[in-house]
């Protein structure tokens, strides 16, 4: 399978200070990744879609200038928790699709960022 | 918005039992996959199924995918506490794909 890398796997940061968590598709081009975010024992939540050399496209109540999104290249995509405060401690995942024939997408994830605030 | 409706939201029940997961949808998808996620990692493909009345068996896991391809089941035969997670339908549609709120299942030996 597709293998997506994620990384740091966890981090620990201040209060006000900006975090950023890579996202790398390691053996296959990515034009379109994904970041969620995911509560304890709760299913994940879809935060944004991050589209190569455009804007990333925002779910409804995730603010885009918190969670900012950059999707340089085919392979890289980053979230970056700014000004963090301890309700953004979560479990942050990517993933990225892989067209594997006509009508068969699969998604591939990376191994999740848990982020904690204090 | 959840697309996709996954039933039962949690599940607990004795090592070797039988369940069955049910994931439902009033949109057609082009493809439906199950994944599997333990805590702390992120979810782990287990099947893809493309056609409508597909089954798909992965050693005691069982996949359907519905007819009309708007639903889809997977059913755990003995089910060994091994199989605690979470388990997540996903529909892939145009460039995107959308996950149910998952099935949390416990096993207990």
């Known amino acids: 399978g597709a293998v997506v890398s994620q990384h740091p796997s966890w981090v620990i940061c201040k209060s006000g200070t900006s975090v950023k968590i890579e996202c790398r598709s390691l053996?296959?081009?990515?034009?379109?990744m994904f970041w969620y975010r995911q509560f304890p024992k709760q299913s994940l939540m879809l935060m944004a879609t991050?589209?190569?050399?455009?804007?990333?496209?925002?779910e409804q109540g995730v603010e885009k200038d918190k969670f900012l999104i950059n999707h340089a290249s085919l392979t890289l995509s980053t979230l970056t928790v700014t000004s963090a405060h301890p309700e953004d401690s979560s479990f942050y995942i990517c993933?990225?699709?892989?067209?594997?024939?006509?009508?068969?997408?699969?998604?591939?994830f990376g191994q999740g960022t848990r982020l904690t605030v204090v | 918005t959840q697309l996709l409706e996954q039933s039962p939201q949690f599940l607990s029940i004795q090592e070797g039992e039988n369940l069955t997961v049910y994931c439902n949808s009033s949109?057609?998808?082009?493809?439906l996959q199950w994944y599997r996620q333990e805590p702390g990692e992120g979810p782990v493909l287990l099947v893809t199924?493309?056609?409508?009345?597909e089954v798909k068996k992965l050693k005691r896991l069982t996949f359907q995918f519905g007819d009309a391809r708007k639903d889809s089941s997977l059913h755990i035969t003995a089910a060994q506490t091994g199989d605690t997670g979470l388990y997540l339908c996903?529909?892939?549609?145009?460039?995107?794909?959308?996950f149910g709120a998952g099935t949390r299942l416990t096993v207990k030996p």
């Open positions: 199924v493309v056609t409508g009345g």
């Open positions: 993933s990225a699709l892989v067209a594997r024939a006509l009508m068969n997408t699969e998604a591939f």
């Open positions: 053996d296959f081009q990515a034009t379109t």
């Open positions: 949109s057609v998808f082009s493809s």
């Open positions: 991050s589209n190569e050399g455009s804007k990333a496209t925002y």
């Open positions: 996903a529909g892939a549609g145009n460039n995107d794909m959308r």
